[in-house]
């Protein structure tokens, strides 16, 4: 294959890679992620551009299990790829360490992305839209499951209609000890506190080792 | 959620069958989380494959894999094959992520809540 040709490919735009003020100094040696978890339009995306020291960037991943249930299939037998993208920025916290944070899905047809986004996570952040809990609902039974810390982050919708924590508490079926706290995606300060509240919290895990069984 | 962005040119087929072209995918692909740090340690030389050669000049500085598959927009199982080759040939060197254990270590919870609090 012609090299030339193929590089020419990536034109009109710049050369791909960082903008200068994007890229990390050669000290940083070590990184954590963080992911923000819930349904279409709860705001993951814009939680992650308020608090990201980068202009939120897209990743994208196959899916390519058999039977995923989604799209229509018939006549393409065999061939189940389909591209998933996820966004995600990045908050330098020292000289050496990054985290980055990653919006993904809630729903449950994507939650094949999750296998290889939680392995090393810190934990989870849920965003919950009140109007919409059945999605929340359902990734808190699945971290649950796979044992990972969250908080839950309610977004303030100005249209949503205001419940007590309680009341959403009870509706989620979540336990007593995981932080649930109100939050607007769109300010940076509230989003660092969502992120505070959940390091706090997995503080407090370790402090407090859960009991076993 | 975003729409994927492409960045190769549409009507361009096969482009991830070139990437990926003669590699064994599951024994080639490089262990790497999305958060690996990647570093190059060599220039790009004629005759490196453009993907290749696009790595190493984005990686001057540490970047992560998902900012890689970012900038490149290949996913980013595309981009561990890529990876795989250049470790392979010591053209780049990777800082694995903290590694995932049950429970963090308190002096890293700590480390991120002080960055944190100075945002």
Redesign the interface.
């Known amino acids: ?1 012609d ?1 030339r040709s ?2 020419a ?2 034109g009109p ?1 710049p ?4 903008r200068g003020e994007d ?4 000290s ?6 963080v992911v923000i978890v819930g349904g ?1 339009g709860v705001g ?2 814009t939680m992650v551009g308020s ?1 990201s020291e980068i202009r939120p ?6 899916m390519t299990r058999a039977g995923v249930g989604i799209d229509d299939l018939a006549g393409v037998e065999g061939k189940t790829e389909t ?6 920025g ?5 000289d050496r ?4 944070l ?2 993904t ?1 809630g729903q449950e047809r994507f939650w094949f992305l999750w296998d ?2 939680f ?4 934990g989870a952040v849920v965003l919950i839209d009140t109007r919409r809990l059945e999605v929340g609902f359902d990734v808190i039974g699945r971290l649950e499951e796979r ?1 990972v810390p969250f908080v839950v982050a309610v977004n303030a919708f100005p249209d949503a209609p205001v419940h007590p924590m309680a009341e959403l508490r009870a509706a989620m079926d979540l336990p007593d000890s995981v932080p649930m706290i109100d939050c607007d995606a769109r300010d ?2 509230s989003s ?1 506190d969502t ?2 509240t959940l ?2 919290y ?2 407090s ?2 402090a407090v ?1 859960p009991e076993t069984p | ?5 492409r ?3 549409e009507g ?1 087929p096969d482009r991830l069958y ?1 990437v990926t072209e003669d590699r064994a995918p599951t024994t080639e692909r490089a262990y790497v ?5 990647v ?1 190059a340690r060599a220039e790009p030389e004629a ?1 490196t ?2 993907e290749c ?2 790595v190493l ?2 990686c ?5 894999v ?2 890689i ?9 595309a981009v561990t094959v890529v990876l795989a080759e250049l470790l392979r040939n010591h053209q780049v060197e990777t ?6 254990a ?3 270590d ?1 002096e ?10 100075k ?1």
Do not use: C
């Open positions: 294959m090299y193929s590089e490919l990536l735009e050369p791909a890679g960082p890229v990390l100094p050669p940083v040696s070590a990184a954590v992620k279409f993951k995306t608090v960037l897209t990743t994208e991943e196959t591209t998933v993208a996820m966004d995600f990045r908050i330098s916290l020292n360490l990054v985290l980055y990653f919006g899905p290889g986004l392995e090393g996570a810190l044992a940076r300060g660092r992120l505070l390091v706090r997995l503080r895990l370790i080792p | 959620m975003s729409e994927p962005r960045r190769w040119a361009v070139t989380d999305l958060v690996t740090l570093v005759g494959r453009p050669a696009a000049r984005m001057q500085f540490p970047l992560s998902a900012e598959s970012a900038y490149l927009a290949l996913p980013v199982s800082r694995a992520p903290i590694p995932a049950e429970l963090p308190p890293l919870l700590q480390a991120v809540m002080h960055g944190l609090q945002l």
